[in-house]
């Protein structure tokens, strides 16, 4: 039985970076976004603040933060701000995990109803040191968004729950509305991009969420811009169809430190465009492919999209 706390971040030491630093080039205007100003971006910020809520909007360095929580629209972190991982493209903090939070679910719930979401997207850190890799807390947070705001549709972004056998069970018996688990690069960069990660473990998480439950929608995606080709791209579309994935989401890889893997392109909006309809030939009921696309941008939409796509698939036999 994993220890739980209710000070968020008691137990955090997070490790330096120790690699090279790598130039951070400058963005093209196409990447360019204001700054957060608004009351309402404020005001979003706040209630995180008063129901001590991680969000990946902060702490992943999101450009679209400004335009989200001005729309009260925030991604919510789960089980604590400290990650067992140290992905060379992640802003979050790595090092000795959080004690997990057993009020946090409830938080979520509580954050979920007084912000008014009719869709929402909970996300977290992976959790190696835990015996389900943090499924059962995604399934309490399910549970208490549907007890409290029962009209929101839940979807969720998770680890790949290596090594924690029964995980992936826990999480799809609580029937998210969407299952999104991030390939977040080609193959061939995975030991330099995602080292503690496995590309086909990854692929069939997702192709088991549709065998365990086929009405849950599946998503997942990439960043480009750290060395993939246009060809390995279209592999990884095949790939994710032949797990039947529904939904996937392309956009620009930007370097969050130094610290962190280097910008090796920066993809114009009209490959991204390609991207889109590459896509769709391939069979996704819908494709989100903009340099500024990220998991959750424009969730609440994509949902309302994704529902359209596959009731017009339907009909047509």
């Not at 957060?36 to 702490?59: I, K, Q, W």
């Not at 029964?166 to 991009?193: C, K, Q, W």
């Amino acid at each position: 039985m994993p220890q739980v706390n209710t000070t968020k971040g008691a137990e955090r030491h997070p490790e330096k970076r120790r690699n090279p630093d790598n130039p951070q080039p400058r963005r093209p205007e196409w990447l360019r976004v204001k700054a957060p100003v608004s009351a309402e971006y404020g005001a979003t910020r706040a209630l995180m603040r008063e129901l001590d809520l991680v969000t990946v909007c902060e702490e992943a360095a999101c450009p679209n933060i400004g335009e989200c929580w001005a729309q009260k629209h925030a991604t919510m972190m789960i089980l604590g701000s400290v990650c067992t991982r140290a992905c060379a493209f992640c802003n979050v903090a790595t090092g000795r995990p959080d004690l997990l939070d057993p009020h946090e679910p409830e938080h979520v719930g509580e954050a979920v109803a007084k912000l008014g979401l009719k869709h929402v997207v909970i996300t977290s850190v992976d959790r190696d040191d835990l015996d389900d890799g943090g499924a059962t807390h995604f399934a309490q947070t399910i549970n208490a968004i549907r007890h409290l705001s029962p009209g929101t549709t839940i979807e969720v972004l998770t680890p790949d729950f290596l090594r924690k056998d029964g995980a992936l069970e826990i999480v799809v018996e609580a029937r998210p509305d969407v299952f999104n688990h991030n390939m977040e690069t080609v193959p061939r960069l995975y030991p330099s991009v995602r080292p503690g990660a496995r590309y086909f473990h990854s692929l069939s998480i997702l192709q088991q969420v549709k065998s365990l439950d086929p009405s849950i929608f599946t998503k997942s995606g990439i960043m480009v811009g750290l060395g993939e080709g246009d060809e390995e791209v279209g592999q990884l579309m095949d790939d994710l169809r032949s797990a039947d994935v529904d939904f996937m989401t392309i956009g620009q890889y930007l370097q969050p430190t130094p610290k962190h893997a280097p910008v090796d392109r920066f993809v114009e909006p009209a490959i991204f465009d390609n991207y889109a309809r590459l896509g769709r030939a391939k069979g996704f009921l819908l494709m989100s492919s903009t340099p500024l696309t990220r998991s959750s941008y424009h969730a609440d939409a994509d949902f309302a999209a994704l529902q359209q796509a596959r009731n017009a698939a339907l009909e047509a036999g």
